[in-house]
């Protein structure tokens, strides 16, 4: 069974991002729509509620069952879905701290669902950014973290504007946050 991920410096980057951007954006849209992908413990549900996304415009998802349990039993919509294959509708915000990492085959397979992204690291991060633009408004944006230990992203490739907004530096990475727009 996959551990559920106990928050590290890439959620509170997320978290902390979150907690000064969000309430800029429900000044423009108070109805603002939110899709969490990979939820894990819910702490950017949390955020996210605590500074004012109506609970009702808020969704969770994680491919790890217990995660979802976890964050229903916290009061919030949620259900297992890998990526994008149970979801419907469409969100103004998307967010996803996703795995990032190289493959390591030394790490246990109970934590792998949640740090490993593929051999190169950027595998799943690809596969999220083809699948997100259907479900994002015209103008919703995707907020995403990416490591230098994996390979790079070229959003642009992808169809994407992007902008860094927050990073961090540990003594032996860099994490990057991103805010993606579709490309009209
Ligand atoms: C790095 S953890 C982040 C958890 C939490 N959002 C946080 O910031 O602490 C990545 C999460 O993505 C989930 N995940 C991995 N692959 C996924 C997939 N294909 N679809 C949905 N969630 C996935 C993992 O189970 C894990 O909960």
């Known amino acids: 069974m996959p551990e559920i991920y106990e928050p590290q410096e890439d959620s509170y980057l997320m978290s902390d991002f979150l907690k000064k951007e969000i309430p800029k954006l ?25 500074v004012g996304v109506k609970k009702k415009n808020i969704l969770g998802t994680d491919v790890n069952k217990e995660a979802v349990k976890h964050c229903l039993n916290l009061g919030f919509n949620c259900i297992t879905s890998d990526l994008f294959n149970k979801i419907k509708g469409k969100f103004d ?3 996803f701290n996703p795995p990032y990492l190289p493959l390591d085959k030394k790490e246990p397979k109970t934590s792998r669902v949640a740090t490993t992204g593929g051999k190169r690291g950027n595998e799943l991060i690809i596969k999220f950014l083809k699948q997100a633009k259907k479900y ?3 103008d919703g944006k995707v907020f995403i973290i990416t490591s230098s230990l994996s390979s790079a992203v070229n959003f642009y490739k992808l169809s994407y504007k992007s902008k860094e907004v927050a990073k961090k530096n540990l003594f032996f990475e860099e994490l990057s946050l991103w805010e993606l727009s579709k490309i009209s």
């Open 26 to 50: 429900l000044k423009i849209n108070p109805e603002l729509k939110l899709l969490e992908v990979g939820v894990g413990s819910g702490i950017n549900l949390l955020t996210v509620k605590s």
């Open 93 to 95: 915000i998307i967010i």
């Open 136 to 138: 994002l408004n015209s």
